[in-house]
């Protein structure tokens, strides 16, 4: 299960940047960047079987939506949004291209006192 996987990435990563205090971590906020082929609910259950064996095993995991990033190929500026947009709203352009999609990346992380 490809959800799996990156549970145990995401879980890798929050314990690898919060080292001595990643015991304390109480909630990992994660954005998937649409289009993404990664079903929140699998996620969550894999997150949920993975944190018992780790430090994070009282964290909780939040996914929301992330923006979509795209580029202007004429004018060269990055715009984000949640819906795909058909022309650059710098520019005007048409030239554009999804510049980042399908990512999962870790939001925030949530101490408790």
Known sequence: MHETSLAR???EEVVKVTGEKASRVRRV???V???ATVMAEALREGFDLLKKESLLA???LEISEGEMVFF??????ESS??????SCPHCGSEALRLA???EVYIESIDFAP
């Open 33 to 35: 960047r649409p289009p």
């Open 81 to 86: 949004g949640k819906k795909m947009i058909s």
């Open 58 to 60: 009282g964290a909780v």
């Open 29 to 31: 906020r994660v954005a």
């Open 9 to 11: 990435k995401i879980i």
């Open 72 to 77: 202007c190929r004429d004018c060269r500026r």
């Open 100 to 102: 980042r999609q399908g």
